[in-house]
């Protein structure tokens, strides 16, 4: 079974540009999650979708992110303009049945940096 | 804002011991979930306990969960360097603000 992919693997960006990354989750999942995880820490919940519904954006910073799902399937997260606090590690994980927050499934990360 | 915190933040062991990882955590909860994450990598599911269970298995794991103290282990037994990494628990919170939430970690550093 093929994993959740996710592009690009690196960014590395100026302050006040904009970046994107995209999430093609597990055939069949669907739940998406996308996470943000600073050096050190724990991963921190942006944004949960159920098929292609919002669930929880709560901890999304919604002056400068944003994000979609097309279809219920493939997802985009987008950061306009970029602050150097975002240089972070942004997974996507998709987790099966209608529930969601049980056994989710993680892609290996992009790795963003903004100077 | 982390539900779960993890104690030790880091662990230093020789192989063949094994490793004990705890986590604290402050709501109620639906179940209590423990991830591994390689450096550089994604997330890996190891083990779901939900919060009816008390202790579950899984190959060389073991997770305990204390509800009235908030509280839960993971035992990690006969320790192999293929195990170091980090070692995260995530809680489900009950009630309508359903998340998944990740402590910070406990870094696990197996000697050969």
């Known amino acids: 079974e093929a994993g959740v992919a996710q592009s690009p693997r690196y960014k590395i960006i100026e302050k006040r540009q904009s970046v994107a990354f995209w999430c093609n989750p597990i055939?069949?999942?669907?739940?998406l999650y996308w996470y943000q995880q600073i050096l050190g820490q724990g991963p921190k919940l942006l944004i949960q979708?159920?098929?292609?519904?919002?669930?929880?954006d709560s901890q999304l910073p919604k002056d400068r992110f944003s994000a979609e799902r097309l279809k219920g399937v493939d997802s985009t997260l987008k950061i306009q303009p970029a602050k150097l606090e975002d240089s972070a590690v942004y997974l996507c994980?998709?987790?099966?049945?209608?529930?969601?927050?049980?056994?989710?499934?993680f892609g290996s990360g992009t790795q963003l940096s903004v100077l | 804002s982390q539900q779960g915190e993890e104690d030790p933040q880091a662990l230093s062991i020789q192989e063949g011991e094994n490793a004990t990882m705890n986590c604290s955590y402050k709501t109620s909860i639906n179940n209590l979930q423990w991830y591994r994450q390689n450096s550089g990598r994604g997330l890996v599911h190891l083990i779901l306990?939900?919060?009816?269970?008390r202790e579950k298995h899984s190959g060389r794991l073991r997770v305990t969960l204390d509800t009235s103290k908030k509280s839960s282990s993971l035992l990690i037994t006969a320790s192999r360097a293929a195990d170091t990494a980090s070692y995260f628990c995530?809680?489900?919170?009950?009630?309508?603000?359903?998340?998944?939430?990740f402590g910070s970690g406990t870094q696990l550093t197996v000697l050969p």
């Open positions: 994980a998709s987790s099966p049945g209608q529930v969601g927050n049980e056994k989710l499934f």
């Open positions: 995530a809680t489900d919170a009950s009630g309508s603000a359903r998340q998944l939430t």
């Open positions: 306990i939900r919060s009816n269970e």
């Open positions: 979708f159920q098929n292609n519904g919002v669930v929880d």
């Open positions: 055939s069949g999942h669907a739940t």
